[in-house]
């Protein structure tokens, strides 16, 4: 079996990943800009919402109503056309980052020893050019993006919340060690678990590759059933590693899906409860059960496209690990 290539430690991927986007500055700032001004554009309606429904409340004219009307309907085609921007300059952000990577992996390529290429083997070298840069293709392309703008929006949200009523964020608050405890305890184990269920993808190659190129030599030698145990356990060895992966994301999924019911309800009822106190209005109410709400979509994405992540530092690392390899003497 042929040693596989070195790996990246998690140091020098988070370093690089950093870089990568900071070499864009003008691009990146116009993208966090755009999503940033949609999220703003979003957050208005539920507030004008809260506002329509205190005027239907007290009765007041049918101009404010139509007005308040309006207003929502001209936010919501905003938020459209600033979406619609915003996730333009996210794909070109992605394009740009993908395209320096890519230059630089095979700068590092062309630059390995030869010595050291012979004694990998071509099999992991191939999966770190191939499955390796279509993984990472995909993160920086859509995850990164998206974690950004979930992140942008999620903080938004809560701001807004705040601004109609202080007490009616604190519900928010139930589903923060449901999040923190099962993600702590999913990113603790997810990048090794990945790194692990990549390099089995290197060996199934590797040998898949040593068999076609020395198919004359294994039939001349009658090695069949050799090479036929080999794949079979490297095989194994990989269903292993993604039945693991897979266990990581049945156990951190339900958690973390359970936390997104969680605020709603309990901004209903603890703002229902203030309501009939007299504490909030029934408009203040309205909208933060609605942002509440909105909070699912941002923190629902954010945490789906962690695992997605975590697939793409496990390939970012091999990817850089490749230029660790020994210096030809």
């Not at 449901?178 to 590797?206: C, H």
């Not at 901004?267 to 699912?296: E, F, P, S």
Request: glycine share 8%; aromatic share 6%; net charge positive.
């Amino acid at each position: 079996m042929s040693a596989l290539l070195p790996v990246a430690d998690t140091a020098q991927v988070r370093r690089y990943a950093r870089d990568l986007f900071r070499r864009n500055p003008r691009v990146l700032g116009i993208t966090v800009g755009l999503h940033a001004l949609a999220a703003l554009a979003g957050l208005v309606g539920p507030r004008l919402l809260g506002e329509l429904v205190e005027s239907i409340q007290h009765g007041r004219g049918t101009g404010t109503i139509d007005r308040l009307a309006g207003f929502i309907a001209g936010f919501v085609v905003l938020q459209a056309v600033l979406i619609r921007f915003a996730y333009l300059a996210s794909a070109r952000l992605g394009e740009r980052v993908l395209a320096g990577l890519r230059e630089e992996f095979v700068e590092r390529v062309l630059a390995l020893p030869l010595s050291t290429v012979e004694r990998a083997g071509s099999g992991d070298l191939l999966t770190r050019t191939t499955r390796d840069v279509d993984a990472l293709s995909r993160c920086v392309r859509l995850a990164v993006p998206e974690t950004m703008i979930a992140m942008i929006v999620g903080i938004l949200v809560v701001g807004a919340t705040i601004a109609v009523s202080p007490v009616l964020a604190l519900p928010l608050l139930v589903a923060v060690p449901i999040l923190v405890f099962g993600t702590r305890w999913y990113l603790k184990r997810a990048p090794e678990g990945y790194l692990k269920q990549n390099a089995t993808y290197s060996m199934i190659t590797d040998g898949l590759a040593e068999t076609v190129e020395g198919a004359r030599t294994v039939d001349a030698l009658r090695r069949r059933r050799q090479r036929i145990d080999r794949t079979d356990t490297d095989l194994r060895r990989s269903y292993l590693a993604e039945k693991y992966t897979l266990f990581l994301r049945t156990v951190w999924f339900p958690m973390v899906e359970l936390s997104w019911v969680l605020p709603v309800v309990a901004t209903l009822l603890v703002g229902g409860a203030l309501y009939l106190r007299g504490t909030v209005t029934l408009g203040q109410l309205t909208a933060a059960v609605i942002y509440a709400q909105m909070l699912v979509d941002p923190v629902d994405r954010l945490l789906s496209w962690v695992d997605e992540l975590q697939i793409g530092g496990a390939s970012l690392a091999r990817l850089l690990g490749v230029a660790e390899g020994e210096t030809e003497p």
